[in-house]
């Protein structure tokens, strides 16, 4: 099917399915603004470089007077970001021992700073500059066979471009579009995660223009991934997946459940995307908060991109690969629960459950552990019914009965050395009718 340019078009085009089998995903903010690696303490530390021009002192220009002097610019920076422990094959190893199944790598954020080789941004990106690598080149490479996609994220727009300070519509179709077509041609990713569409609608950034192409010429057209942010009246509404940002879709709406869109929930482990030494240990969600949120999302029909944000010399912090770890050996023992799962019907949401279906199965996810009895409200009690607890060793039968039409678990005394779950436990239901 060739796709018109026009959003009635476009917008027909579904999301592949893989995409919705995945589940979770890792983003990855890095770049420049790991150097300073400092924000407020709820702020976006990959805004320094447009914080430090506000004309209102703030936490990162008081920062930046006291810790860089009043002579260093942001751009100065890139002779600090030498990324001199960066490994990539490190890197896929975490991601891929994660269990996530894909990647979004900031491949060029607000301030412009590509992390590739590119024709398209002479001295301001990581091949020409700084430590003079292709990152992206490298990141996908070391993917390769580890059943991880690679995808990026990208800036529509560049706080800073004199092209774009001047005519946005020019720097779109000059700038931008060829570079995101060197993007995608070059690097061939799963995702294309745009942001920073805000400022003018889809018509200046001729985004319709670049997703027939993207949809009909290029040479990821059958699986790519887009999502939503291609201007300011889209978000939401028009494009790939939908995207939530820490729970809302633009800061003030939520995304309606009616939708049918699969969507994605991206967030930092903390407040920021890209590394804030400013954040402490209790800044950070727990393993049992961010698999609870998987879960949650999931029983949606969403995804989860949770964020990392790696340290100016390459390396992910300790505690946000630990939690990464959690996740993996969760989902190591209860994926079936998640992954290629859809929502389950109309599944009310219970305190402390939720539900996905798979195949013949359903799961109900319980966020602490199951002692005694417990009823499921939206499981219809059948006599045929069977419970199975994801991750088990003891041997211990559920027995299962009817509470009002709803379908009631008893469970035995489950010694926990015998469980090898943590934190939320999965049981299989099988026969459920319906």
């Keep these: 099917m060739l796709y018109e340019k026009n959003w009635a078009s476009l917008n027909t085009r579904p999301v592949p ?70 490994d990539a094959g490190e890197w896929a190893d975490i ?112 985004s319709e223009e670049f997703l027939q192409w993207l949809y009909n010429e290029s040479s990821v057209r059958d699986f790519i991934v887009p999502n939503d942010r291609w201007g ?26 009616g939708d049918g869109r699969p969507f994605e929930e991206c967030r930092g482990i903390g407040h920021s995307f890209g590394l804030n030494r400013n954040e402490r240990a209790e800044d950070y969600l727990s393993a049992a908060e961010l698999i609870w949120m998987l879960c949650d999302l999931v029983s949606k029909g969403g995804n989860l991109l949770l964020n990392v944000g790696p340290s100016a010399d390459g390396k992910i912090p300790p505690l946000m690969e630990e939690r990464l770890l959690q996740i993996g050996r969760w989902l190591a023992v209860n994926g079936e629960a998640i992954y290629g799962s859809r929502r389950y019907g109309g599944a009310a949401e219970e305190d402390e459950v939720r539900y996905t279906k798979r195949g013949g199965f359903v799961y109900a996810l319980l966020n602490a552990f199951p002692f005694g009895a417990r009823t499921l409200k939206s499981v219809p009690f059948a006599p045929e019914t069977r419970a199975i607890l994801l991750g088990d060793d003891s041997g211990a039968e559920i027995q299962t009965g009817d509470d009002n039409g709803s379908l009631r678990l008893c469970f035995p005394p489950l010694p926990p050395d015998a469980q090898k779950s943590r934190y939320v436990y999965a049981v299989r239901l099988e026969n459920v009718r319906g």
């Design 17 to 86: 399915a893989w995409f919705e089998d995945a589940k979770f995903g890792i983003f990855i903010h890095w770049g420049l603004y790991s150097v300073p690696a400092f924000a407020g303490k709820t702020d976006y530390a990959e805004w320094y470089g447009w914080n430090l021009r506000s004309e209102k002192e703030n936490a990162t220009t008081a920062f930046h007077k006291r810790v860089c002097g009043g002579k260093k610019q942001y751009a100065d920076f890139v002779a600090d970001f030498q990324a001199e422990l960066f």
């Design 95 to 206: 991601f891929r021992r994660s269990g996530a199944k894909y990647i979004n790598f900031v491949s060029k954020h607000h301030d412009g700073f590509c992390m590739f080789k590119t024709a398209h941004a002479w001295n301001w990106n990581s091949f020409d500059v700084g430590p003079h690598r292709d990152f992206c080149a490298e990141l996908s490479r070391a993917l390769e066979n580890t059943g991880v996609r690679f995808g990026v994220y990208h800036s529509i727009y560049e706080w800073f471009h004199p092209l774009y300070l001047e005519n946005p519509e020019r720097y779109a179709v000059e700038h931008l579009l060829p570079m995101l077509k060197e993007l995608v041609e070059t690097y061939r990713p799963a995702t294309l995660f745009t942001d920073g569409e805000w400022s003018h609608p889809s018509a200046v950034w001729h």
């Design 232 to 257: 300011s009246e889209t978000r939401g509404r028009l494009g790939g997946n939908f995207t939530t940002e820490y729970g809302t879709i633009d800061g003030k709406r939520t995304l309606d459940d």
